[in-house]
């Protein structure tokens, strides 16, 4: 197990290390072509100084996210698995629209960028691309990277691929017997279920992205504490795993040591990027950056079959996203506001509290939800 963990190591080194040099190449660059950040008139008063702050460094995360995964790969000597392949798709992908989604911003001097139909159907159509791949290319074992089961820390017992029977012989997410018509509703429930999952976690870590630092550090505990679950699927994989595993407790995901690699990519180029980011931010990492993020934590979720445990790890994303509903549910239906301005970090802000002060105590909420979340994922496990 010595050179998966060390392929681990160099993804995440080498992507630390690019974001790190690579950021002030991207700052000097984003400045000469006076690509900088629009800032909401109605906001915080106390960002209006941040105008003019080069944005889409979200670009960096993904250049090194891609070569850390790249030379991760190249240390093991090894060609990269379909789960692999599939989180990097999803991730630039999201991150393409959100670069687009920048571009319009800077070029138009204004706050809004690509329109939300536009917005949607990119996603749409990156979302359903990750989906039915995910269904598809199963190993020799019979393993996709992807599953129609909902999960927490695991696979449960509620199937999509719920219609079986028959003369059935088709085969569907590594469910075999599945009729025609089975196929069918459970490739489309699958698709809505994960494309749900994918547009709510990438608006939640965009919502996030609203002070210096802050969805760049709460982002890092969560891509680290993916790195921790893989590395421990990996060790008690079903198929990969040690031969004396007990069978119930075996993890049943396709490529872990993939989903390790990159979410180790993926905590390194956070980190990277934070020396910059953080108060006050010499960049922003802008829709580029905070959409892909997003969509990498929807796809590990998945691949890794720990879509609500994502729930309690990704808590301060989640917090944030509530306060905006509840913020317009509120005023729409009372005609009153809760927060003093959505989302939440704003309503401390509004309050009194510094910046830096929110990002902290933010980033303990961060840190907190993932301790929490890693307990529970290793409780499951002992009592399986």
Not at 219 to 238: D, K, P
Not at 349 to 370: D, H, K, M, Y
Request: proline share 3%; glycine share 12%; charged share 15%.
């Amino acid at each position: 197990k010595g050179r998966p963990m060390t392929a681990i190591l160099v993804s995440s080194a080498v992507s630390l290390l690019v974001a790190l040099l690579g950021t002030p190449a991207l700052i000097k660059f984003l400045e000469r072509r006076h690509y900088g950040q629009f800032i909401r008139d109605d906001g915080p008063e106390g960002h209006f100084i941040k105008r003019g702050t080069p944005t889409m460094g979200g670009l960096v995360i993904i250049i090194a996210l891609v070569l850390g995964y790249a030379a991760a790969n190249l240390v093991e000597l090894r060609t990269p698995r379909a789960s692999g392949i599939l989180l990097l798709f999803l991730i630039v992908g999201l991150g393409l629209i959100g670069f687009l989604d920048d571009f319009e911003k800077i070029s138009r001097q204004r706050s809004l960028g690509l329109t939300p139909w536009q917005k949607m159907l990119g996603q749409a159509v990156i979302g359903i691309g990750f989906s039915v791949a995910g269904l598809l290319f199963a190993d020799r074992n019979g393993l996709t990277p992807a599953s129609t089961r909902i999960s927490f820390a695991r696979d449960s017992l509620i199937d999509m691929a719920f219609l079986r029977g028959g003369d059935g012989s088709i085969s569907l997410g590594g469910v075999t017997g599945l009729t025609m018509a089975g196929a069918a509703v459970a490739l489309i429930l699958f698709v809505l279920w994960s494309n749900f999952l994918i547009t709510a976690w990438s608006n939640a870590v965009n919502l996030t992205d609203g002070l210096d630092g802050l969805a760049a550090g709460a982002s890092a505990m969560v891509f680290g504490a993916y790195t921790l679950v893989s590395v421990w699927q990996s060790n008690q994989s079903c198929v990969y795993g040690h031969p004396d595993i007990v069978a119930s407790t075996c993890y049943q995901v396709r490529d872990p040591r993939d989903l390790a690699m990159i979410a180790a990519a993926l905590m390194g180029a956070c980190f990277g990027f934070l020396w910059w980011n953080a108060s006050p931010a010499k960049i922003f990492m802008g829709d580029t950056g905070s959409l892909a993020l997003g969509g990498a934590v929807a796809g590990l979720s998945i691949l890794s079959r720990t879509e609500f445990l994502a729930v309690i790890l990704g808590g301060l994303f989640l917090a944030e996203v509530i306060s905006v509903i509840l913020q317009v549910v509120s005023f729409k239906s009372t005609g009153k506001r809760i927060f003093r301005m959505a989302p939440l970090h704003h309503h401390f802000e509004l309050g009194g509290w510094t910046e830096v002060n929110v990002v902290i105590r933010f980033w303990i909420v961060a840190g907190l939800c993932v301790v929490g979340a890693l307990g529970l994922f290793y409780a499951e496990f002992l009592v399986s």
